[in-house]
């Protein structure tokens, strides 16, 4: 059997040390690291709660159940259930304890808790602020012209913000369903990442921020994607670098291809990196866009995080740097759909670069149409 199960026996309820397993497969034996098929039950188990639930099948005779959680490097989540199987030959009362591990399915609950929580939240604000400007512009400011064109002008903002919050939403959402299923398109990125900078030179010079686009050649790089996804990666990425750049800094962008590593074209500075998406290990050739922002930074420990949804680093949650929150969180779900990867290389006061590995396509006429 896959789930760990033990057989219980046991004489008297008030005999703790009496209590033995009288049986242990193999999966029981592993996840409780014991050796032997028999032995006593508080050397392999001293958890109350599963100690419990196994003495209400024993002396009670009824089913019944608890939680066992594990502690580690990697903890885990475990359902027991025990049962009354009745009195052996020996005397000694008899009960079977099966764990079901329920690590994942509790993970995706608490991650559906936090995500309608923090959406609540990050809705419920500008929908707050948009109420009181509300009441106010029908009370003391109905007829003062200069404040009202002040608090149409804040509840416009917040107005664009929950827009923005709900398309961002949509799109995780719609990128999530489709993950499963690999793009079959052929994306030239070089024009692509070119058209994204284009686009997003007007913010970069409200803050003064100088875009460097260098692109590895004039020639086409093919990578295989979905176009929009993939621009909503660059305009993501490139937006957070401008946001997060003090004024009269630059922003570089960088592409480079034909790379069969990811550490091909990491940061060459001796800062912190991490992988926050892993592309599949197939002998892939990879096209890869580098962002690096003369911003604040990243300190280590924040970096595991980045890529959660509504996540924001302490200190960077509101005014002019103010975001959904759920920006990186798209371009890692994209990332993953286009079997790619995703490194981030920051660290407090050095600035950050992300780096977005594509795989590579053969020219649109080099693919060879069935007959």
Same mark, same amino acid.
């Given at each position: 059997?896959?789930?760990?199960?033990?057989?219980?026996?046991g004489?008297?309820?008030?005999?703790?040390?009496?209590? #033995? =397993?009288v049986?242990?497969?193999?999966?029981?034996?592993?996840?409780?690291?014991?050796?032997?098929?028999?032995?006593?039950?508080?050397?392999?188990? #001293?958890d109350?709660?599963?100690?419990?639930?196994v003495?209400?099948?024993?002396?009670?005779?009824?089913?019944?159940?608890?939680? =066992?959680? &594990?502690? $580690?490097?990697?903890?885990?989540?475990?359902?027991?259930?025990?049962?009354?199987?009745?009195?052996?030959p020996?005397?000694?009362?008899l009960?079977?304890?099966?764990?079901?591990d329920?690590?994942?399915?509790?993970?995706?609950?608490?991650?559906?808790?936090?995500?309608?929580?923090?959406?609540?939240?990050?809705?419920?604000?500008?929908?707050?602020?948009?109420?009181?400007?509300?009441? &106010?512009?029908?009370?003391?400011?109905?007829?003062?012209?200069?404040?009202?064109?002040?608090?149409?002008?804040?509840m416009?903002?917040?107005?664009?913000?929950?827009?923005?919050?709900?398309?961002?939403?949509?799109?995780?959402?719609?990128?999530?369903?489709?993950?499963?299923?690999?793009?079959? $398109?052929?994306?030239?990125?070089?024009?692509?990442?070119?058209?994204?900078?284009?686009?997003?030179?007007?913010?970069?010079?409200?803050? !003064?921020?100088?875009?460097?686009? %260098?692109?590895? !050649?004039?020639r086409?790089v093919?990578?295989?994607?979905? #176009?929009? @996804?993939?621009?909503?990666?660059?305009?993501n990425?490139?937006?957070?670098a401008?946001? *997060?750049?003090?004024?009269?800094?630059?922003?570089?962008?960088?592409?480079?291809?034909?790379l069969?590593?990811?550490?091909?074209?990491?940061?060459?500075? !001796?800062?912190?990196?991490?992988?926050?998406?892993?592309?599949?290990?197939?002998?892939?050739? =990879?096209?890869?866009?580098?962002?690096?922002?003369?911003?604040p930074?990243?300190? %280590?420990?924040?970096?595991? %995080?980045?890529?959660?949804?509504? *996540?924001?680093?302490?200190? @960077?949650?509101?005014?002019?740097?103010?975001?959904?929150g759920?920006?990186?969180?798209?371009?890692?779900?994209?990332?993953?759909?286009? #079997?790619?990867?995703?490194?981030?290389?920051?660290?407090?006061?050095?600035?950050?670069t992300?780096?977005? *590995?594509?795989?590579?396509?053969?020219?649109?006429?080099?693919?060879?149409?069935?007959?």
């Amino acid at each position: 059997m896959p789930d760990p199960i033990l057989v219980v026996a046991g004489f008297q309820r008030e005999d703790l040390t009496g209590r #033995r =397993y009288v049986l242990a497969n193999a999966a029981a034996r592993e996840l409780l690291r014991i050796a032997a098929d028999e032995g006593m039950l508080l050397s392999a188990v #001293r958890d109350p709660e599963v100690l419990a639930t196994v003495d209400k099948a024993l002396f009670d005779e009824a089913d019944a159940e608890g939680v =066992y959680e &594990t502690t $580690g490097a990697q903890s885990r989540s475990l359902r027991v259930r025990a049962r009354w199987l009745g009195v052996g030959p020996d005397g000694a009362r008899l009960a079977v304890v099966t764990f079901h591990d329920e690590t994942e399915v509790r993970r995706v609950e608490r991650t559906r808790v936090d995500f309608l929580a923090n959406a609540s939240h990050e809705l419920r604000t500008p929908l707050a602020s948009l109420s009181g400007f509300i009441e &106010t512009l029908r009370g003391h400011a109905r007829d003062d012209p200069q404040a009202r064109e002040k608090f149409l002008g804040i509840m416009q903002a917040q107005a664009h913000r929950m827009a923005r919050l709900i398309a961002d939403l949509t799109s995780l959402s719609r990128i999530e369903l489709d993950e499963h299923v690999p793009p079959k $398109g052929v994306v030239d990125l070089v024009l692509l990442v070119g058209e994204v900078v284009e686009a997003a030179a007007p913010l970069g010079a409200e803050r !003064a921020v100088d875009l460097e686009w %260098r692109p590895c !050649a004039t020639r086409p790089v093919w990578v295989r994607g979905e #176009r929009d @996804q993939i621009v909503q990666v660059v305009q993501n990425l490139l937006d957070n670098a401008i946001k *997060y750049s003090p004024d009269d800094a630059s922003v570089r962008i960088e592409l480079a291809s034909g790379l069969t590593e990811l550490a091909a074209a990491a940061s060459p500075e !001796a800062i912190p990196r991490l992988s926050l998406v892993a592309p599949d290990s197939s002998g892939e050739t =990879y096209a890869a866009l580098r962002i690096t922002d003369l911003g604040p930074g990243i300190a %280590r420990q924040n970096l595991p %995080r980045l890529s959660e949804r509504f *996540y924001r680093v302490d200190g @960077q949650k509101s005014g002019a740097r103010a975001g959904t929150g759920l920006g990186l969180a798209i371009v890692k779900h994209i990332m993953n759909r286009h #079997r790619g990867g995703l490194v981030v290389a920051s660290a407090e006061g050095e600035g950050s670069t992300f780096t977005a *590995y594509f795989p590579m396509a053969p020219a649109p006429d080099a693919v060879v149409k069935p007959s």
